[in-house]
Structures are given as C-alpha cells and as structure tokens.
C-alpha cells in the first residue's frame, strides 16, 4: 500500500519561511503529478500547487511568487518551500501524488496532513 508521510510544519513569524516534505513509499512503479493543498477545519480543500513528472509547475494565485514546489524522483520526494509567509497562510497542508503501482494501473492518495501556523 502506497503512504505519503509530511514533514516540516510549524510555527513560523509572519515573513519567515517553512520547507514542506512529502516522502512516498510503498508499491511504487511511477509518481506521476504530485502535489500540495491546504485546508481550514470544516472547509473546501484547495490547491497550492503540483508539478507532473515533467517539471512542469502550477501555483494558486495567492502563493504564487512566495512558494515553490520541486519534487527529487531519486527519493520519491515533493517539497514545498514557502516564503514570505502571511497569517492567512496558516493551515493544513496536504500533500497529493498521482502514483503507477503497475503498468496502466494509477492511484490518487493523500498525505495525512501537517499545520503550519504563522503568527502576527
């Protein structure tokens, strides 16, 4: 079974920065898009940003220019940086992989979540 493990939440001031990291493990023949999302308690989980197998990334509007997504394939690893962090920053982050256990066969699993939280 596919697991997406989190790391690297926290309390952080209003303009520091935090480093997200999402290890996947388990049955693995490809990770194809993988990705962050962040969500209130009790509210629409929305995205942050993904990046494909290509490289290629996609940023909400409201982080875009403050974080980075990048993802090292050699670990089955996708990382968030996030920057110039602003109090409405603070939620739960998620992280998504788009995974291949076998030829043809793709699984969509979710990480279990960690806070980050960014004090005024």
């Not at 493990?5 to 898009?33: H, M």
């Not at 409201?62 to 993802?71: H, L, Q």
């Not at 998504?96 to 979710?110: D, K, Q």
């Amino acid at each position: 079974q596919v697991q997406l493990v989190e790391s690297g939440g926290g309390l952080v001031q209003a303009g520091g920065s935090l480093r997200l990291s999402c290890v996947v493990s388990g049955n693995i023949f490809s990770i194809k898009t993988m990705g962050w999302y962040r969500q209130a308690p009790g509210k629409q989980r929305e995205l942050v940003a993904t990046i494909t197998s290509g490289g290629n990334t996609n940023y909400a509007d409201s982080v875009k220019g403050r974080f980075t997504i990048s993802r090292d394939n050699a670990k089955n690893t996708v990382y968030l940086q996030m920057n110039s962090l602003k109090p409405e920053d603070t939620l739960i982050y998620i992280c998504n992989a788009r995974i291949r256990t076998m030829p043809g066969y793709e699984s969509n699993t979710w990480g279990q979540g960690t806070q980050v939280t960014v004090s005024s």
